[in-house]
RNA sequence: GCUCGGAUGGUGGAAUCGGUAGACACGAGGGACUUAAAAUCCCUUGGCUAUUGCAGCUGUGCGGGUUCAAGUCCCGCUCCGAGUACCA
């Protein structure tokens, strides 16, 4: 009988939907395991033959565990939310609701095919308002919290409004914006409007203006890491800085948990890396430095602390709030014009360009170590965002503080002994310190010289607090998260304003939908696409508001007309999927305690800055706030490759419509042009469905070699543009699905990125026929029959449990899939017919290709789900040889392969090779001084 | 520039602790069955030399080193990929 994919498939899609086979819920007598994919974002291109990948990965891992007795929840849903279907309403002024439905429809429709375990009862989409209440929520939750240092932990804000109603700032160790400081008795004086915008300082979603990644195209501001080398990632448009009032989440004051966190999940080390580097911790210190002749201070931030004799000037970002302070009536002009410049450089520009420039500013600041005086500049390479936006130059122990230095001729001054500043800066921490002080130099005390640059660092900071110079101070060079869009397609916020300041709408009124607006673009006035939305602002919000929080009726409160970025909605995704249909709650307690957190995740590296950071902090506040039980999520990443396209070409001959041969295109001026993969088979072009596939390639000729067109090919992004893509529907449709699931997972291992390549899938679907073949004969004879598996059979079929258990364990699933084939070649041979080793081999193929084995479990008189069988366990006694081939190497060299008793010691093998013909003649009037037996069966005879 | 990966046949890739390369698959070549094709099965397949017997040399980006033994460890390079970029 032949192996008929088609109704295979088709039979048990239906059967897994009847049964509900894949719905799981809460059991306190299993363990239970959680599996995550990252979910997509449903574009309306569809899926190519790279997106499932990943899910194929953790869907075997999903069912592994499955049959090892887990109560396993594998979840799937949509990022719904997003720019691409907003952009498509512009353009078209279709709704992005019906684009996303639609798309939606069209990603499950090929999600089905290819008989993924996904529980889909528990199926979420971002822009559902039963899903968006809880973002809104949590919002809510982090307008309504602030972050306390001492106890590390985000606190409701009502605590920090009873301290300020006591005792002020006094004793406050707090996460916030600036170090404010204010009595008790002037927080009770200050008015309502005066106290929302001191709460703003704390709140740990707050309002604040910020300097902005500002995407004039796209018309709305993006977080750093949706901005790529200076244009936005969606797109590639230019992006500028710009001052705006926006709302953003402290997530600056969870960054070292964030970095801490990161040792306590299994992760990679590189995904790891990035992340310490985005969080970018540095320890070093703060000093503040006095203007000559005036009152004003302040303060720079520096690892260095030990090159505090080498200062030679100082510098301001241009930002900076003390430049007007600062610049004299002299040089008045000249800064301004300074300022003017640099405002006009995108960020862009700056990168591109990146050229010495700087204004002096007048001013001198006093070294609080020597009482030099040196010059204040400001310059554009020192960024108002790190620090605080100043710092102390040393030109001969800092690589842009010496290019400053060199470009406007100023002082270099070197602080390490032995090191040449003549052509570079010497920037290594590392040496003996000279000139600190110099002779003759006035010094306050600290002596640095013959230390080494740590022992120098450590004094200088001793130094510093002893006499309140400044203080000891961690950076981080993670900023906080902007939170608004200036677009339609996104959470609004549960906000209305009252007083210029923002106030939370009753959480029982949420969750405050999304209204709806007849155009997508800005309001003539410059508002936000939500501005259209007027008869919803009256309708629904201040209805909502007015009714709920007993304001009076009178009066109309504007609303936000902000949404939330990309990221709000996919922050706290797993947590959901725990309990997708609770109205009361983001998640239950019940469910929260069962599943904890997410055992395995699944997804590309692509989101190692943005979502897996914000996540990770969403999750950390959710933890505070005891929602959620787990501090961290993801217990454990894998980051699966990117599948690229192979693209073919054809060779044109210039100015003609005649195509050479890859083989002869040299003889040829020609023209290489993407040639649709689809219509080549083997890289040898189907010459008539070439000449079909575009008008003016009608009457093409061709130039064969042996008969045949031969294409070039080249490894590319997988793209409509390059006609590389491969669609799984079709490999579904012309081999079935567990042979696609089979091909991605042995084209190489997950994590790895890799070329497509439609040719080698044959060999996964023999072998599935030769599995097929095992149980039903030609003549569709069915062939498995009771009785005692033979020695051999038992060997062959142990050897893959053992191995395919390994290897999930590993995700080493390639690796798996050649042991598959050759248990089932041996199997073959053997002419192996006894179900109780055809059940064990069924059970080991489930997770890889599990329409198939569902089927032949249940032709094996199975009255269960393959699914729920039990994941056998490999028996060492089978595995064992009697005899073992050992390769024996006399010094090193001459070397024989020979039989050995399997548990041979270094007596028996001794004795063996002694008595052994050849080697005999070998050792002949030589004595053995040592016998080494290493692993893997080889044996080093020392003769001499 | 810095950080982290990687480089193995015509191709995708195996090789767990250093154990004597190239598993498995594709492709290619040859053969069987067949009127023919498809399907299936068998043989060969890193390179070079030898070939009606054995076999020999060479070989994991390049150059050194450690070791009885190196794709694997160490030192110095080349190239490719990813992340990050005035972070003081």
């Known amino acids: 009988m032949e192996y008929n994919f088609r109704e295979i498939e088709k039979k048990w899609h239906q059967k897994w939907v009847e049964n509900k086979t894949y719905q799981v819920s809460e059991d306190d007598s299993r363990k239970k395991f959680y599996v995550l994919n990252m979910f997509p974002y449903p574009s309306g291109a569809g899926l190519h033959v790279g997106h499932p990948l990943g899910y194929i990965a953790s869907d075997i891992y999903a069912r592994y565990k499955r049959l090892q007795g887990y109560n396993v929840l594998n979840p799937m849903g949509y990022d719904a939310y997003g720019l691409p279907a907003e952009q498509y309403a512009i353009q078209t002024g279709q709704h992005p609701a019906i684009t996303t439905v639609n798309n939606i429809n069209r990603y499950r429709e090929q999600l089905d095919k290819i008989g993924f375990s996904f529980d889909w009862s528990r199926e979420i989409c971002t822009c559902d308002p039963q899903y968006y209440h809880w973002t809104q929520w949590a919002f809510q939750q982090m307008f309504k919290s602030y972050y306390c240092n001492r106890v590390k932990k985000a606190r409701p804000i009502s605590e920090l409004v009873k301290a300020f109603e006591t005792n002020g700032t006094e004793g406050l160790d707090v996460a916030c914006s600036e170090e404010l400081k204010f009595t008790a008795a002037e927080w009770n004086a200050m008015s309502e409007k005066q106290q929302q915008e001191t709460l703003m300082n704390y709140r740990i979603a707050y309002v604040g203006e910020t300097m902005v990644n500002w995407c004039p195209k796209l018309g709305t501001v993006l977080a750093n890491d949706e901005v790529v080398d200076g244009v936005s990632e969606r797109g590639g448009y230019p992006v500028v800085q710009k001052k705006m009032k926006q709302w953003c989440l402290r997530v600056s004051a969870y960054a070292q948990r964030l970095l801490d966190g990161l040792d306590t999940i299994d992760w ?14 540095s320890e070093g210190t703060e000093v503040r430095f006095k203007i000559k002749d005036s009152d004003v201070e302040f303060t720079i931030f520096t690892t260095r602390a030990d090159t505090m004799f080498g200062v030679t000037f100082m510098v301001l970002a241009p930002e900076s709030e003390l430049v007007p302070t600062v610049t004299t009536e002299a040089q008045k002009a000249e800064v301004e014009a300074y300022l003017d410049a640099t405002k006009k450089r995108t960020e862009r520009e700056r990168i591109a360009d990146r050229r010495v420039t700087g204004v002096f500013s007048g001013s001198y600041a006093i070294n609080p170590m020597t009482g030099e005086a040196i010059p204040v500049w400001i310059s554009d390479y020192v960024l108002a965002g790190y620090g605080t936006g100043a710092i102390m130059a040393v030109p001969a122990h800092d690589s842009r503080d010496y290019a400053f230095a060199k470009h406007f001729n100023l002082e270099i001054r070197p602080l390490i002994e032995g090191c040449d500043v003549s052509e570079e800066s010497f920037d290594a921490k590392e040496g003996i310190m000279i000139n600190s002080p110099r002779e003759g130099m006035n010094s306050c005390g600290l002596v640095l010289n013959g230390l080494t640059v740590k022992e120098a660092i450590a004094k200088t900071k001793e130094f510093v607090k002893e006499h309140n110079l400044g203080r000891v101070k961690v950076n981080f060079r ?11 397609w996104g959470e609004p916020f549960p906000v209305y304003y009252k007083d210029g300041m923002p106030y939370m709408i009753d959480e029982d009124c949420l969750p405050l939908e999304l209204p709806e607006v007849d155009k997508f673009l800005p309001t003539e006035t410059g508002e936000p696409p939500l501005g259209h939305a007027t008869r919803w602002a009256w309708d629904t919000v201040n209805k909502q508001v007015v009714e709920n929080s007993k304001i009076d009726h009178q009066t109309i409160f504007p609303i936000e007309l902000n949404t939330m970025p990309g990221f709000a909605g996919s922050s706290a995704y797993y947590l959901r999927y725990m309990d997708p249909h609770n109205d009361k709650a983001l998640v239950s307690k019940q469910a929260d305690g069962y599943w904890q957190n997410v055992d395995l995740y699944v997804g590309g590296t692509e989101h190692a800055t943005g979502h897996l950071i914000y996540s990770r902090f969403w999750n950390k506040f959710l933890f505070d706030l005891g929602v959620s039980i787990k501090e961290e999520p993801f217990q454990k990443l894998v980051n699966q490759g990117m599948i690229q396209g192979r693209s073919n070409f054809v060779y044109r001959i210039k100015d003609t419509n005649t195509f050479v041969s890859l083989g002869l295109k040299d003889q040829y001026d020609v023209t290489p042009i993407h040639v649709d993969v689809n219509i080549v088979s083997n890289d040898v072009l189907d010459v008539e469905a070439f000449k079909n596939w575009r008008p003016e390639y009608n009457n093409a000729e061709f130039i064969l070699e042996n008969d045949k067109y031969i294409c070039g090919w080249a490894v590319e992004k997988m793209s409509k543009s390059m006609y590389n893509v491969v669609n799984p529907d079709m490999i579904v449709e012309k081999y079935g699905a567990d042979t696609l699931r089979m091909y991605e997972m042995f084209l190489g291992p997950v994590e790895q990125s ?12 023999r072998f599935i026929k030769k599995l097929w073949a095992l149980f039903y004969s030609r003549q569709g004879e069915f062939l498995p029959s009771d009785g005692k598996p033979t020695k051999e059979e038992l060997k062959s079929i142990h050897k893959l449990i053992k191995k395919v258990s390994t290897d999930i364990e590993n995700f080493s699933y390639n690796t798996s899939i050649s042991a598959f084939m050759i248990c089932v070649n041996e199997l073959s041979q053997l002419k192996c017919n006894k179900k109780t080793v055809l059940s064990d081999l069924i059970v080991l193929l489930a997770p890889f290709a599990p329409h198939i084995s569902e089927e032949l479990w249940e032709k094996l008189g199975h009255d269960t789900s393959v699914c729920d069988a039990q994941w056998p366990s490999f028996n060492e006694e089978y595995l064992k040889e009697d005899t073992v081939k050992y390769t024996v190497s006399f010094n090193g060299k001459a070397r024989f392969t020979l ?46």
Do not use: C, M
Request: hydrophobic share 35%; glycine share 8%.
């Open 268 to 281: 990679t080390d590189s995904l790891k890396e990035t992340q310490r580097n985005w969080i970018g911790r």
């Open 754 to 765: 890799k070329p497509w390549d439609t040719n080698g899938i044959d060999g996964v679907h």
């Open 478 to 488: 993670l900023r906080d998260a902007i939170f608004s869009r200036q677009r339609y």
């Open 899 to 944: 039989d050995f008793p399997a548990d041979a010691d270094n007596a028996t093998i001794e004795k063996t090779v002694i008595g052994h013909e050849s080697s005999q003649k070998y050792l002949e009037g030589k004595s053995i001084k040592k016998v080494i037996i290493v692993p893997k069966k080889i044996v080093n005879i020392v003769i001499g």
